[in-house]
C-alpha cells in the first residue's frame, strides 16, 4: 500500500472513501454513517427494527450513490411487496444528500418480534434499484427479487443480473441508545473497465475477483461500526498486502429533502383549475405530505 492512504486524512462520520486497487482490475467505496442517521431517522417514530432496515437501506444508497459520476445524478433504492409487513421503503441519493423513509403495518410488526428477518418484513418483495444521470438525460433501472438474508445481498444480485459486474458489499448496523452507527464496504472487479457496460458474460471465478472478494470478505461487522476504527485503517487491514491502493475523498454524506412550499407550489401549479379545487379542503389549502421528513405542507395558493 502507498503513502496515499496516509495523505487523504482522517475520516470521520458520514463520509465516503472511494478506493481502486488497480492492479486487480477492482474499485470500491467504503462508508460510516452517524449523525447523518439519526437525522433522516429522526423525523420518524419508526420502532427498532424498521430503524435498523432504513439504517442497512441508507449506507447502499450511500455505497451506490456514491458511483455516481454525474453530481447531479440521482440513485434510489426502493423496497416493494404486495402484502409484506413493510410494503415500502424508499431511500435515495444525490449529490451526497441522503433521505430516505418505510411504510408498515405496525401491529403486525409488533408479531414478528425484535429481530425479525428480511423475509419477515418483506415476504416476497423485490427490490428497484435506479441511476438517473442528469447529465445525460439517461435512466437505469434494474429489478431483483429478495432472495438472500440482507438487502445488501439483493443489491450484489442488482450489480449482476443487472450490470453483470461481480460485487461484494457488506453492511452493519448498530443501534445504541445515544445514536445509530452504520458502516459499510462495497467492492467490485471491474476487467474490462469501469466505461465499459457491455459485459457479455460475468466471470465470477475470475482468479483476480477470487482474491478481491475473500480479502474484501473478511471485514467484520465490528470493523465497519467501529468508530476508533479510521476508514483508511479499516482498508489498510483488508487490502495492505496489494501492491497499491488508491484511496481518494468522496462525498461528505448530509441529510437533504426537496420538500419546499415553492417547490410544492410550482408541482400545484401544473393542474388545471378544477382539480386544483378539488384538492383543497374547507380552509382552501391543499395539504402536501412528504413521506421522507414526515411533515405535510399546507399550501394556500392564492
Ligand atoms: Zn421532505
Redesign the pocket.
Known sequence: MTDSAASAGTTGFDQVLAFTVPERNARGRVVRLGPVLDDVIAAHAYPAPIRHLLAEALVLAALLGSLLKDDQGQLTIQAQTQDGVVDLLVCDYRAGEL?GYARFDRARLDDLGPNPTLHALFGDGYLAITFDLATAGQRYQGIVPFEGDTLAAACESYFFQSEQIPTLIRVAVRSEPGGCVAGGLLLQHLPEGEEGRERLHVQLDHPEWEHMRIMGGAVSRAELVDPALDLERLLWRLFHEESEVRIAQGARISKG???TSEYYRSVLSRFGPDEREEMRNEEGLILVD?A??S?VFEIDLD
Open positions: 433521505r429533502c426537496r420538500c412528504c421522507f421528513c411533515r
